[in-house]
């Protein structure tokens, strides 16, 4: 039966630059002599930036050339040493790439220029199951300067790719391809299903042109980068709490939410402008956060591709459906934050003024999905009085007298019984209710009073 693969590149593409700097301070470690290619550490540096050139890959194939009298042992046991060096490099949302083709029957397949016994132990430590690479020839354990087959770059690594599909009973019209470069074109061109990951200006430019994917694999399915750069790096650094005039913030307790690696952040719900507060204070940290947001602001006209652009989940409310969890849990895996608000939706009339938080399951759900991620509880007050329920605008005009929104950050929640099988939480009620006491905790004393409420005070709370 014909069966189906798919094809990475390495470099730019599985890794966010050249693997060439780590081989070769592998092979200089272990004493090995290897070819140099000169002004080496300036075309890497241009590789990084630029990607693949005519010029780069002549110099690659003279450096093959000079291999020859090499132990082929030596370089076998630099590139082992070297494995350990870039396989944390990975970016962040290859392994959720590979493992939905590995559920799909496809073969994963490493296809590169880089020689066979530099990247052979790297794409055994990811889970690669087949190398199409660039070998050299070799007699009595060392190289002869010589190729075994194509040099597996542009063309020939079409050719390389066609000779692999025919010995596996590859299909490669119901097949995928994952590059960087304008030289993959013709790979990419042969295959059912191409995606550029972070391309070159060449490649995007095709790619526009033939309507294929633009993916980058540092950052969530539809987040767009260009030049390296997401949505929310701009807005972060451009949003500031200052450019809200009609508003005051105070920020508590900052320094818990991780500056780097996967956390779960819990907060309350008071406001349509909860969101944006979220946002500032997450950006503070420097973290981009991944938010859940009901499919309402997804579908928005202009609001939705932009919650899509900042790397926002959508979550459609009475479906049961799992997605926007799963979704969630592989951008823990990826090592983002997560922002999620329990209660699902800002609460109406009395509801809202009760000192009793009450949340949904999602949380204990997602840390069940996900264990050992912390979850970090989040008191939001007053957002209300910049933008309550019953305004379609925030209230702008009030600039005299703009309230004041705190922000209070506490300590990650104490673990949860996340003993459950096949991910579910052992206790979701108990471990929701363990969070959503966490967020009271951190709400001013004025929120632990059941006040007397007017008419006046319940309009508010309901859509307008």
């Not at 994963?108 to 430590?125: G, H, K, M």
């Not at 979550?315 to 969890?325: F, I, W, Y």
């Not at 702008?396 to 579910?424: F, K, M, Q, Y």
């Amino acid at each position: 039966m014909t069966g189906t693969a798919a094809f990475f590149d390495l470099d730019r593409t599985v890794l966010p630059g050249g693997s060439g700097p780590a081989f070769a301070a592998a092979l200089e470690r272990l004493g090995v002599e290897a070819p140099k290619i000169p002004g080496q550490k300036l075309f890497f540096k241009a590789y990084d930036m630029v990607g693949e050139s005519l010029v780069v890959m002549r110099l690659a194939k003279q450096a093959a050339r000079r291999s020859a009298g090499l132990k082929r042992d030596d370089v076998i046991s630099a590139a082992e040493d070297a494995a350990l060096m870039l396989a944390p490099l990975v970016q962040p949302y290859v392994a959720t790439v590979l493992d939905e083709h590995r559920s799909n029957g496809d073969l994963l397949v490493l296809a590169t220029t880089s020689p066979y016994d530099l990247v052979a132990p790297l794409a055994r430590i990811l889970g690669f199951d087949h190398v199409v690479a660039t070998r050299y020839t070799d007699i009595d354990g060392l190289y002869t300067g010589d190729f075994d087959g194509e040099f597996v770059w542009g063309p020939g690594k079409l050719r390389a790719v066609r000779q692999f599909a025919a010995e596996h009973d590859i299909d490669l019209q119901i097949s995928s391809a994952y590059s960087d470069s304008v030289f993959d074109y013709p790979l990419l061109s042969a295959v059912g299903r191409a995606i550029a990951v972070n391309p070159d200006f060449r490649l995007r430019a095709l790619a526009t042109l033939r309507r294929w994917p633009i993916r980058h694999l540092d950052v969530p399915p539809g987040v767009p980068k260009l030049a390296g750069v997401e949505p929310f790096d701009l807005v972060r650094w451009l949003v500031r709490p200052e450019l809200f005039p009609y508003a005051r913030f105070e920020f508590e307790g900052l320094d818990n939410i991780p500056r780097n690696g996967p956390a779960i952040v819990a907060a309350n719900h008071r406001s349509y402008f909860d969101p944006v507060v979220l946002g500032l204070a997450l950006g503070k940290v420097g973290r981009n956060p991944r938010m859940l947001g009901k499919k309402e602001v997804f579908d928005a006209p202009i609001i939705g591709p932009m919650a899509r652009a900042m790397g926002g989940i959508r979550v459609e409310r009475g479906t049961g459906s799992a997605a926007p969890l799963e979704t969630a849990a592989a951008a823990l895996r990826a090592g983002e934050v997560v922002v999620i608000l329990p209660q699902g939706t800002i609460p109406r009339g009395e509801a809202f003024f009760d000192p009793e938080l009450t949340g949904k399951t999602g949380v204990a759900r997602l840390a069940a999905m996900v264990p050992d991620v912390p979850i970090i509880p989040l008191g939001l007050w007053a957002t209300e009085k910049v933008w309550p329920r019953n305004s379609k605008v925030p209230h702008v005009w009030n600039v005299a007298d703009p309230p004041v929104i705190t922000v209070c950050v506490g300590a990650p929640v104490g673990r949860l019984r996340r003993a459950g099988a096949r991910g579910r939480p052992a206790d979701p009620y108990g471990d929701t209710a363990k969070v959503m006491k966490a967020i009271m905790a951190l709400l001013p004393e004025e929120s632990r009073v059941l006040s007397e409420v007017t008419e006046a005070d319940l309009v508010k709370t309901r859509p307008s």
